[in-house]
């Protein structure tokens, strides 16, 4: 629970009320407000490919990249106007996160966790650090309010506006503490920058391998905007990119399962499961099952979600890469917003296709990650 205890582990009428104060900030009027941040951010990761390849073709990592552009696009959509702040703070959630998957990995020994260790002092030290940071952004903005100004469109200034307004309807216990707040924005840093770092680099894998789809892609790209700046309005009606990305999710989900607790005694099909019964959904296993999307499984083709995704699968129901219900990703239109902005930006830039050194091994650390990075050969167009 160091990394952050928001939204995603809080359970009944605490998880109602967060999720009612936080779902407006990632409304999609709000998200429109937030794409110049994403351009600049996509930008600069850009500007460092070309200053490496030149006006040649190059090898590149892109990995580490496209995992520092989410950093950056998290620190600058939460935090704007206090983004080098917000920066420095995600910077050492994403070393406690190194650190907490290091004990993950690590045998597990009872009680280990409170003694003294090195890693275990700098975790700690971690923790208050990034807390007090984030405290002194809140109470920045908190004065600067209540001396008249409005707030800014970023999530942390949508989730203060979006928490007095609930307080305001009346709901005197409905409004977040400090506290809670600050995990909240921990949470959105966890939730968000890896899973769609993840995504991004899949999409890149398989468009290097399958470049048919990625001229296809680009194609759309150059019908649709042309040489216009990337609009809100544009991206949304980006029909390619739109099925490549579901198809990437398909195969390789950034989140692996899903995880439930049955609250009373449930029948499903023969199987009688106690209230308390811990279950998770393995999305892996259901986006890779023959019987539901047919032979091509294994296959590549986005065309499958030509007619949308409930025609894809011979069975409802059977695609959550956000999950599902009342608990779906709630950063869902932010993620995918994100991830189309910024392959339309890669592919009216580059041309790329899969390096021989490119060693395939998708594996699982909090997200679905290539073990040994994304080595593309990257060609200025
Ligand atoms: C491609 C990117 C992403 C993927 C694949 C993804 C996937 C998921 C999944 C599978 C869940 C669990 C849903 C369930 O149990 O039914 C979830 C929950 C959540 N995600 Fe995402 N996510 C992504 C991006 C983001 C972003 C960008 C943010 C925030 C900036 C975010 C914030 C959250 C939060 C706060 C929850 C907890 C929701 C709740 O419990 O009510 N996610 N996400």
């Known amino acids: 629970m160091l990394l952050a205890r928001g939204l995603a582990n809080v359970e009944g009428d605490q998880w109602v009320k967060h999720r009612k104060i936080i779902n407006p900030a990632f409304h999609v009027e709000k998200l429109k407000h937030m794409l110049p941040a994403f351009h600049i951010s996509c930008s600069e990761m850009i500007r460092k490919w070309e200053g490496i390849t030149k006006g040649r073709s190059c090898e590149v990592d892109v990995y580490p990249y496209l995992q520092t552009m989410t950093s950056d696009i998290i620190s600058r959509t939460a935090f704007?106007?206090?983004?080098?702040?917000?920066?420095?703070?995600?910077?050492?959630?994403?070393?406690?996160?190194?650190?907490?998957?290091?004990?993950?990995?690590?045998?597990?020994?009872?009680?280990?966790?409170?003694?003294?260790?090195?890693?275990?002092?700098?975790?700690?030290?971690?923790?208050?650090?990034?807390?007090?940071?984030?405290?002194?952004?809140?109470?920045?903005?908190?004065?600067?309010?209540?001396?008249?100004?409005?707030?800014?469109?970023?999530?942390?200034?949508?989730?203060?506006?979006?928490?007095?307004?609930?307080?305001?309807?009346?709901?005197?216990?409905?409004?977040?503490?400090?506290?809670?707040?600050?995990?909240?924005?921990?949470?959105?840093?966890?939730?968000?920058?890896?899973?769609?770092?993840?995504?991004?680099?899949?999409?890149?894998?398989?468009?290097?391998?399958?470049?048919?789809?990625?001229?296809?892609?680009?194609?759309?790209?150059?019908?649709?905007?042309?040489?216009?700046?990337?609009?809100?309005?544009?991206?949304?009606?980006?029909?390619?990119?739109?099925?490549?990305?579901?198809?990437?999710?398909?195969?390789?989900?950034p989140v692996v399962a899903l995880e439930r607790i049955i609250h009373e005694e449930t029948k499903i099909g023969d199987l009688i499961l106690p209230s308390g019964s811990q279950l998770m959904l393995h999305l892996m296993m259901l986006h890779h099952d023959a019987n539901i999307w047919g032979d091509d499984v294994n296959e590549f083709n986005p065309e499958r979600f030509a007619e949308g995704v409930s025609k894809a699968t011979k069975i409802q129901a059977s695609y959550y890469p956000f999950g599902g219900g009342p608990r779906i990703c709630v950063g869902q239109a932010f993620a995918i917003l994100q991830a189309k902005l910024a392959l339309v930006m890669i592919l009216s830039r580059f041309s790329f296709k899969l390096s021989p050194s490119y060693s395939h091994a998708p594996h699982i650390i909090l997200s679905l990650q290539p073990q040994f990075g994304a080595q593309l050969i990257l060609s200025e167009l």
């Open 80 to 253: 704007g106007s206090s983004y080098e702040e917000g920066r420095k703070i995600f910077e050492l959630q994403c070393e406690l996160q190194k650190l907490i998957v290091q004990v993950l990995q690590s045998m597990y020994i009872p009680g280990s966790r409170f003694l003294p260790t090195k890693r275990n002092r700098r975790m700690m030290e971690i923790d208050q650090e990034v807390k007090s940071s984030i405290k002194k952004i809140i109470n920045k903005r908190l004065t600067t309010k209540e001396n008249g100004e409005s707030s800014k469109g970023d999530l942390l200034g949508i989730l203060l506006d979006s928490n007095d307004k609930v307080k305001l309807q009346g709901y005197t216990t409905f409004g977040l503490s400090i506290d809670e707040v600050i995990e909240e924005c921990k949470l959105f840093y966890i939730g968000g920058q890896e899973t769609t770092a993840s995504l991004l680099v899949w999409t890149m894998i398989l468009l290097g391998q399958h470049t048919n789809w990625q001229d296809r892609a680009r194609d759309e790209v150059s019908k649709v905007f042309g040489d216009r700046k990337p609009d809100i309005d544009g991206l949304s009606h980006l029909k390619i990119i739109n099925i490549i990305l579901l198809e990437v999710l398909r195969l390789y989900p």
